[in-house]
């Protein structure tokens, strides 16, 4: 109520100037604008003309049959690189149905003079040099934490080769700083792998309480007077 | 560059390498350049796989490296991605050197190309392995060496007695030479035959062979790229025309034909001097402004419709010009005439130039508003425009093939397996049997997919066209 006895006073004392002119905005008052838009454009806006048609002939077959070829060439290649195994936590059914086994028709040889230092193969002497690394616990670089086993034998035993393991590792990370990383996580890997094995001896879960229950039957007789059993 | 180049970059990477290389080249395109493990960290990826992707990019000249600037020990590598939107044009260059050179060059080029830089020894070997089985016969070596010294740029020189050497035995001789492919001279090719179909289109056969004898001489006194040449003697082109000798109409008008080129409105070529009988320049610049303007024009058209098109022509001739100017000029009723304009404006075909008469905002200004063309900002949209549709054609190529997969593989199936029964000589039933394993209606199903997805390529091929033009037009608007 209010605002319409604004709006008629106003629209009484005369038209308020606005800056603009509204005829210069390309439309004319009273003209019917277009409706308000309630959804966002569609995905696929229809055509509003055919598009012209393409000129096919045998050069432009030629071009895509060569260009069918190329691709898969690079498909088979060693230059198409598939992603890396996915270490298998159980066996699972899918692994026997896809297979895919792209033709690896030789790794590529490269002239390694044009290539920077990092991006040269390893020397392949590096990777023996390094013992079966024994089970130890690399304060810097062990992703996850592991507490320390109650067997007080399998303590002195882990310190003593943790004091070997560093300063080999030492000596070994002073050589080659950054080709070693590739090395260094896949030697984790194995750490904590052996590090698993090693967790379980001492706890419950692997002492073995399975009875299965052949005794059962046997024992019946003469466990009358014991109550039962919890 | 723009996110639309990059999801095509990332998707033409993904076409031919593989999905990890594509995740590498994508966390390179957002940045100018990124070390190692830099690489490693944001992608997430093992660090031998990031090297693998990494060693492959730099072997097909996609990534480059340099020094960094925090650690003169570690290298920096960024990602070319104009190399990557060549790849959609590397069939051209076969079918460009197959014509030029003939089949064996051809085998060349592929070679390389399918193995991005490799040593010279090991490709020619390839390929007279692969002309070996594709003919009998096989040419000699001396004539691959000629087409490689045209086109190919090597880092160093010429191989003529390693390579004699090399066919009969298998060592690799001690001073090979690595080979690249040299876009840039396949370039030239590629736009020298645009200049020259523009004028067959525009005149005659006959403008367009005296346009190919002119270009030929334009390349003994001037730099391939340069935006103008240096002037041609009419003598000079006389000569070369008579050398050619295939066509005698052209050296009976030669004088007309070059009058009317010059004269005509597309300024190809101009004259500029009168001495020795007439001196002639190629306008490359002018040549390409005036074919992209034309480009973008037929895009309009296209897309809005011809009187968009004559509404997006008004603009040009006239500059700048008003609203209702355009009403009265191009002769379209008032209201439709609005709608035109501004969805050319939405689209950034044209743009808007206020022009105000007093700066204060008290009171009914009257503001100019002039529509103009800023051609640059076009055809960088144009550029848009067809990078978007080259993705679009490569996604929807890889859904029909993901979608008739098992289709396709069957049919692939039955193929081989038809053409081995045919080898050894069986009866012709159990070929028909085999044949009758895809039923009528799977087989028009499966032609259908072939056609839809040839027109697709087709279509990729005819983007890239354009493409090439659009980017030879800023690259020439860009260095003046």
């Known amino acids: 109520m209010a605002g319409r006895g604004r709006g008629g006073g106003g629209r009484g004392r005369g038209r308020g100037a606005m800056s603009f002119n509204v005829e210069q905005l390309g439309f004319g008052a009273g003209e019917a604008l277009p409706g308000p838009v309630l959804q966002p454009p569609p995905l696929y806006p229809p055509l509003e003309r055919r598009p012209v048609p393409l000129k096919s002939g045998s050069e432009v077959e030629y071009l895509l049959a060569l260009k069918r070829d190329y691709v898969e060439f690079l498909k088979y290649s060693p230059a198409y690189v598939l992603p890396a195994a996915k270490v298998k936590d159980i066996e699972r059914y899918s692994d026997y149905k896809n297979v895919e086994t792209p033709n690896k028709n030789g790794a590529l040889d490269y002239d390694w003079k044009r290539f920077p230092m990092e991006l040269r193969p390893v020397a392949s002497v590096v990777k023996k040099k390094r013992p079966p690394p024994p089970p130890q616990i690399k304060g810097k670089s062990s992703k996850k934490v592991r507490f320390a086993e109650d067997v007080s034998t399998k303590l002195d035993e882990l310190e003593k080769l943790e004091e070997q393991g560093d300063v080999e590792e030492k000596s070994e990370e002073n050589k080659e700083e950054e080709k070693e990383e590739g090395e260094q996580q896949e030697g984790e890997l194995e750490e904590e792998e052996d590090q698993d094995e090693e967790m379980d001896d001492g706890t419950d879960y692997v002492n073995n309480y399975f009875d299965n229950g052949e005794s059962y039957l046997d024992e019946e007789d003469d466990n009358l007077d014991d109550g039962p059993v919890y | ?480």
């Open chain 2, 1 to 480: 560059m723009s996110v639309d180049c990059g999801i095509l970059c990332s998707k033409i990477i993904l076409e031919h390498f593989g999905g990890v290389v594509k995740t590498v080249a994508h966390d390179l395109f957002k940045v100018s350049s990124k070390t190692l493990s830099n690489i490693v960290a944001t992608t997430k990826l093992q660090r031998s796989q990031v090297i693998e992707c990494l060693r492959i990019l730099v072997r097909y000249g996609l990534v480059t490296y340099k020094v960094s600037l925090q650690n003169p020990k570690i290298p920096e590598y960024s990602l070319s991605y104009e190399k990557v939107l060549l790849f959609p044009r590397y069939v051209r260059y076969m079918l460009l050197v197959k014509t030029l050179y003939g089949d064996e060059a051809e085998l060349l080029i592929e070679e390389l190309l399918r193995s991005g830089s490799e040593k010279a020894s090991s490709i020619i070997v390839r390929a007279t392995t692969r002309l070996k089985e594709i003919k009998k016969g096989c040419k000699e070596i001396p004539q691959l060496i000629i087409k490689q010294e045209d086109l190919f740029m090597s880092p160093s020189l010429s191989l003529k007695e390693l390579t004699q050497m090399e066919e009969g035995h298998p060592e690799v001789p001690a001073n090979d030479v690595t080979l690249r492919v040299n876009f840039d001279r396949f370039h030239q090719e590629f736009r020298d035959n645009i200049m020259i179909s523009a004028i067959k289109r525009r005149i005659d056969d006959n403008a367009g062979e005296l346009m190919r004898v002119i270009l030929q001489q334009m390349y003994i006194r001037t730099e391939a790229w340069e935006p103008i040449s240096n002037p041609i003697p009419v003598v000079e082109i006389r000569n070369a025309v008579h050398k050619v000798k295939t066509n005698p109409r052209l050296a009976q008008h030669l004088d007309q034909y070059l009058k009317v080129l010059d004269e005509d409105s597309s300024n190809f070529i101009t004259k500029v001097a009168d001495s020795g009988g007439g001196q002639y320049v190629v306008n490359i610049r002018e040549a390409f402004i005036q074919l992209s303007w034309a480009a973008v024009e037929n895009i309009v058209e296209e897309r809005f419709g011809s009187k968009a098109a004559r509404v997006f022509r008004l603009i040009k001739s006239k500059h700048f010009i008003e609203q209702e100017q355009i009403q009265q000029y191009a002769l379209i009723p008032a209201k439709e005439a609005k709608l035109i304009t501004y969805r050319l404006l939405e689209e950034c075909f044209i743009q808007i130039q206020e022009l105000r008469k007093s700066m204060s905002s008290a009171g009914p200004n009257k503001t100019f508003f002039l529509f103009h063309i800023d051609i640059d900002q076009v055809v960088k949209k144009c550029l848009e425009i067809c990078y978007k549709a080259l993705t679009n054609s490569m996604v929807r190529r890889q859904h029909e093939r993901d979608e008739h997969k098992r289709l396709i593989e069957k049919q692939q199936r039955i193929e081989s397996l038809t053409a081995n029964l045919r080898e050894q000589g069986a009866p012709a039933d159990q070929i028909d049997e085999l044949e009758e394993l895809l039923t009528p209606l799977e087989n028009e199903a499966l032609e259908r997919v072939r056609i839809m997805i040839a027109r697709l390529g087709e279509a990729e091929l005819r983007v890239d066209d354009n493409m090439f033009l659009l980017q030879l037009y800023l690259m020439y608007s860009n260095c003046k």
